[in-house]
Nanobody
């Protein structure tokens, strides 16, 4: 069954770090572009960052440039979002997307 699942969210203090994982089942994430979106009540859904099939990464939000990076483990069929120096405005539900499939989302809350 084709499926994407996000994990790794949680509560973190400002300045802290989290690593989110996008895990795929029954298809290869590395064959397609993996996108990370985040969604908040105020801003809706925003494209944050994406990794292309060859491994290149593009950041789409100036606010996360230099703080968020992506990596992957191809044999494990996992793609990661490393979030460093987190700020309150990073609070959101984070979703991964690949080949038209979406995960269920994982909550990231940045709070002191």
């Amino acid at each position: 069954q084709v499926q994407l699942v996000e994990s790794g969210g949680g509560l973190v203090q400002p300045g802290g770090s989290l690593r989110l994982t996008c895990s795929g089942s029954d298809f290869s994430l590395s064959q397609y572009t993996t996108n990370w979106y985040r969604q908040t009540p105020g801003k809706g859904r925003e494209l944050v960052i994406r990794m292309y099939s060859k491994g290149g990464v593009t950041t789409y939000l100036d606010s996360v440039e230099g703080r968020f990076t992506m990596s992957r483990d191809i044999p494990k069929n996992e793609v990661y979002l490393q979030m460093n120096n987190l700020v309150f405005e990073d609070t959101a539900v984070y979703y991964c997307n690949n080949n038209g499939y979406w995960g269920q989302g994982t909550q990231v809350t940045v709070s002191s």
